[in-house]
C-alpha cells in the first residue's frame, strides 16, 4: 500500500478545508428575492422627482404563491386614479393569510350598515402561531397586579411588542388604506436584515380603513365627482357624511359613541398594543407627532420620552434618504385626550401619528405649499423642520405611498432594535399608574345616589367602556369629612387605568395659558352629565371593600301606588329619558306641571310628567316605560291644584346644509338616541315651500358658517352635485329620517 508523502497530505488537507469552507458559505447563502420589474418601473414613473423615494420602498419581492397586491386587486398601490373599496381590501388581506402562516385576519365588530370591521396580524409565523400567548403576556404587564418584578422581567424576556397601525378614520384621507396592504405584503415576504428583524421582533397590527362606511362612500365619490382634479383650483369636497352621524370629527369621540370606535377600543382592551399608530393626510411633506406642548400632565412623564425618540428617529432616516419635508414639533400638542389613538396613551401606551401630504384621492395635481400671503408658512426651515418641504410640488399618491411606508418602516426599524425596552415602558407605565394612585391625592372619586340615577349610570358606563374599574361599596363608607350610603360608586385610582380616571374626573385645568392647544374639548364628566362626583383625599378609602361592576349598567325604574288613581307622576329630576318617555307613550295624554309643589311633604320640581289613568292601556304603558327608563313615579288620588300645560309632540325637521354636516350630525345622533321622531331635511325641501303644513318646528343646527351660508350652502357652480349628493347618502341608507 503506498503512502502519501508529507507535501501531498498537506496539499490534501488544503483541498479538504477549502471545500467545506465553500459548502458552508453556500450553506449561508441564500439566493437573492426575485423582485418585480414591473412594480419597480411603474414605481419610478408615478413618483414626481427621485428624491420622494426611499431605498426601503423602490422594490417588492415577488413570491410564487404569494399574492402581491397587484395579483388581487390588478393594479400596484400607488397607481394613479386608483382607490380600493373596503371589501377589496378585505379580500386582499384574507388572500395573503391564506397563502402565509406570517398572517392572520380577525373579526372585531360590525359598522352600523353592516359593513365588517377587521384587524389584520403580520409577524414571524412561530409569533402569529403564538399569538394568544402573546397576547396574555401583554395583559400581564398592562395590568401588574398579579406579578412581581422578577416575574415581569420574565415577561418582557419572552412577549413581544404589538404595533397597531389605523388608516381610513378620516375618509377623505384615502392613502394610508392603500399603503398598508403593501406593508403587510412586504412585511410578510421581504427577505432582508431589516424586515427579517421586524418581523422576529415585532407583531404588527393593522386596521384597514377605521371607518369602513365612510371609506366606501369616499371612493364612490371619488370616482363619480373627482377623478379628473388636476390642481387645488378645481377640487371639490367630498360627500356630506362619511359614517351614519360622523365626519370628520370622528377622531374626537372623545365618549366612543360611534360603534366603529367601540369596536376598536374593544379590541385594544383585549389585545394591550403597546404602540397605535394613526396615519393622517394634511400638512406637507409628513409630520411625524412628538408630544409637544401643552402636555396632559397626568399622563405618565414616560410617554413624554417615548414620542420624541421615536419622531426624531423617524426624521433622521428620511432625511438619509434624501427625502425633504420631513418634520416634527410645532403641530398637534398633547393636551386632549380625547382623539382615536389616545386609547394607547390613555391606558399606557403610545400614541403614534403621522399626517402625510395628500391630494384627497388619487391624481397626481399641481399643490402650492407657501402661505397665500407669499411667507413662507410649513417651508420655511426650522430647528424641527430641517430639510423643509418645496413651496410649489407636483404630488402624488404613490409619493405619499413613500413617505408614509418609509416612516412607518423606520419606526418599526426601531421597535424591532429595542423590543425589550419598549415593553419595559409600557409595563412601568402601567405600574406607576397604580402607585401614583396609592402616593398621590386624590385617592379616589365617589359618586353618591342621586335623585336621577341615569346620570350616574351614564358615568359609570362611560368609565367602565374605557376599562376603568367601578365598584359599589359594601357598606357605608365613613371617612375624616363625609359619610356616603352604602350604595355609592367608588372609582379607586391605585388601579392601571387610574391616570385615565383621573383625567375624566378631576376638575379640567388647562396647563399653560401662554400656550395654544390643537384642540380642548370639554370632558370633566361631572359637568358634563351634572352628576355629583366627589374627589377623596383620605387615603383610608382604598381599604374600603367594593363589588367591581361588570357589564353595561341599567337603572331600574319605578312606578309606586298604582291603585286607584287619578293620574301618575314621573319626577323631573333632570333625566334625559323624559323626553323617550314621551315619544314612548305618544299615544297617551301627558300633562306637566309649569311650578314646584309639595306632596305628602316631599318636593315635586317642575316639569314632571302628570298622566291621567282613564286612557286605554295607561298603566301597562307607563309602569313598563318608567321601568325600563330607569325613572321613578308616583300615584295620584288627585290632580294637583297647580299650572299645567299638554306636553305635545311637534312635527320636527332638522335642516342641514351639504357643506357642513359635522354638528348636524352629532345633534341627529342625540335625537335618535332618545328616539325623537323628524324628518332631516336640505334647501331642496325648503324650495318646496308648504313648511308650516308639515312641521311645527324647524331645527337648525350650528352649522360653523354664516347666515348667508345657510341659505347659499355651496358654491353655486357646484350646486348641480346636489342631487347626486343626495343619491350618494340615500344609497347607503344610512341618513334620512323620513317618516
Not at 101 to 117: W, Y
Not at 413 to 421: A, H, R, V, Y
Not at 548 to 566: E, M
Request: hydrophobic share 35%; charged share 20%; proline share 7%.
Amino acid at each position: 500500500m503506498r503512502t502519501l508523502s508529507s507535501a501531498s497530505r498537506h496539499l490534501l488537507r488544503i483541498f479538504i478545508s477549502i471545500t467545506l469552507l465553500i459548502t458552508a458559505v453556500s450553506a449561508q447563502q441564500k439566493p437573492a428575492q426575485q423582485m418585480d420589474e414591473d412594480f419597480a418601473k411603474s414605481v419610478r414613473e408615478w413618483t414626481t422627482r427621485p428624491e420622494f423615494m426611499s431605498p426601503l420602498v423602490d422594490h417588492l419581492p415577488k413570491v410564487p404563491g404569494i399574492p402581491s397586491p397587484k395579483d388581487i386587486l390588478g393594479y400596484h398601490i400607488g397607481t394613479p386614479k386608483k382607490l380600493t373599496y373596503t371589501a377589496d381590501l378585505y379580500r386582499y388581506y384574507r388572500a395573503l393569510a391564506a397563502a402565509t402562516p406570517r398572517v392572520k385576519v380577525i373579526n372585531i365588530g360590525t359598522t352600523d350598515e353592516g359593513r365588517e370591521c377587521l384587524v389584520i396580524f403580520v409577524a414571524s409565523e412561530e409569533s402569529i402561531k403564538n399569538l394568544d400567548q402573546h397576547r396574555q403576556y401583554l395583559a400581564q404587564l398592562a395590568d401588574p397586579r398579579k406579578i412581581n418584578e422578577s416575574q415581569a422581567q420574565e415577561i418582557i424576556a419572552k412577549a413581544k411588542p404589538i404595533y397597531h397601525f389605523s388608516g381610513g378614520l378620516h375618509s377623505a384621507e384615502t392613502g394610508p388604506p392603500e399603503m398598508l396592504m403593501e406593508l403587510a405584503y412586504r412585511l410578510a415576504v421581504e427577505d432582508s436584515p431589516l424586515i427579517n428583524n421586524i418581523r422576529e421582533n415585532v407583531i404588527v397590527s393593522i386596521t384597514p380603513a377605521a371607518e369602513p362606511d365612510g371609506r366606501d362612500r369616499y371612493v364612490d365619490w371619488y370616482y363619480r365627482h373627482k377623478i379628473d382634479e388636476k390642481g387645488e383650483q378645481d377640487s371639490m369636497g367630498g360627500p356630506p357624511y362619511w359614517g351614519k352621524y360622523i365626519f370628520h370629527d370622528n377622531n374626537r369621540d372623545i365618549n366612543y359613541s360611534q360603534v366603529t370606535m367601540r369596536n376598536l377600543l374593544n379590541w385594544y382592551l383585549q389585545w394591550h398594543p403597546p404602540i397605535m399608530h394613526d396615519l393622517h393626510e394634511s400638512v406637507p411633506f409628513m409630520y411625524t407627532f412628538s408630544g409637544q406642548a401643552p402636555q396632559q400632565p397626568t399622563l405618565d412623564p414616560i410617554l413624554y420620552g417615548e414620542l420624541p425618540w421615536f419622531a426624531n428617529f423617524e426624521m433622521s432616516q428620511m432625511i438619509k434618504y434624501g427625502m425633504p419635508g420631513v418634520w416634527t414639533h410645532a403641530f398637534v400638542t398633547s393636551w386632549s385626550p380625547g382623539y382615536l389613538a389616545f386609547m394607547s396613551s390613555n391606558h399606557n401606551g403610545m400614541i403614534r401619528m403621522y399626517e402625510t401630504f395628500g391630494n384627497g384621492g388619487a391624481n397626481t395635481m399641481k399643490r402650492k405649499i407657501a402661505a397665500p400671503d407669499g411667507s413662507p408658512g410649513q417651508t420655511s426651515r426650522e430647528w424641527y423642520r430641517p430639510m423643509p418641504p418645496y413651496k410649489e410640488v407636483e404630488w402624488s399618491i404613490r409619493n405619499n405611498t413613500n413617505y408614509m411606508e418609509t416612516g412607518v418602516l423606520s419606526a418599526l426599524q426601531l421597535t424591532s432594535e429595542f423590543p425589550k425596552i419598549i415593553l419595559e415602558n409600557f409595563y412601568k407605565k402601567s405600574r406607576n399608574s397604580i402607585e401614583a394612585g396609592k402616593s398621590q391625592a386624590p385617592y379616589a372619586f365617589i359618586i353618591p345616589p342621586q335623585n336621577d340615577q341615569t346620570r350616574r349610570s351614564m358615568v359609570v358606563n362611560l368609565l367602565a367602556l374605557q376599562g376603568i374599574e367601578v365598584g359599589y361599596a359594601k357598606q357605608e363608607v365613613k371617612l375624616k369629612d363625609a359619610t356616603y350610603p352604602s350604595d355609592s360608586i367608588i372609582i379607586k385610582l391605585d388601579q392601571p387605568y387610574g391616570r385615565l380616571a383621573r383625567i375624566l374626573l378631576e376638575k379640567q385645568n388647562f396647563p399653560d395659558p401662554s400656550l395654544r392647544t390643537y384642540d380642548d374639548t370639554g370632558w370633566t364628566m361631572g359637568m358634563m352629565t351634572h352628576t355629583e362626583i366627589n374627589e377623596i383625599s383620605d387615603k383610608a378609602i382604598l381599604d374600603v371593600p367594593i363589588e367591581l361592576i361588570s357589564g353595561k349598567q341599567g337603572v331600574q325604574g319605578k312606578l309606586i301606588g298604582t291603585q286607584n288613581s287619578a293620574a301618575y307622576l314621573i319626577h323631573n329630576f333632570g333625566s334625559n329619558n323624559l323626553i323617550t318617555l314621551r315619544y314612548q307613550l305618544r299615544d297617551l295624554k301627558v300633562r306637566a306641571n309649569e311650578q314646584a309643589f309639595k306632596l305628602d311633604g316631599k318636593d315635586i320640581p317642575a316639569g314632571s310628567f302628570i298622566i291621567p289613568s282613564n286612557q286605554p292601556g295607561g298603566l301597562e304603558k307607563v309602569s313598563r316605560a318608567v321601568e325600563a327608563l330607569g325613572l321613578s313615579g308616583i300615584s295620584l288620588s288627585s290632580l294637583p291644584n297647580v299650572p299645567m300645560h299638554d306636553v305635545d309632540l311637534p312635527r320636527l325637521a332638522v335642516f342641514t346644509t351639504w357643506g357642513n354636516t359635522q354638528e348636524v350630525g352629532w345633534v341627529r345622533l342625540a335625537l335618535d338616541k332618545f328616539e325623537v321622531k323628524y324628518d332631516l331635511i336640505y334647501k331642496e325641501r325648503i324650495k318646496q315651500g308648504n313648511l308650516r303644513d308639515a312641521y311645527d318646528v324647524i331645527l337648525i343646527p350650528n352649522q360653523g358658517r354664516s347666515g348667508k351660508s345657510l341659505v347659499f350652502d355651496i358654491e353655486p357652480q357646484k350646486q348641480t352635485t346636489g342631487l347626486q349628493q343626495v343619491r350618494s347618502v340615500q344609497d347607503h341608507g344610512n341618513v334620512r329620517r323620513i317618516r
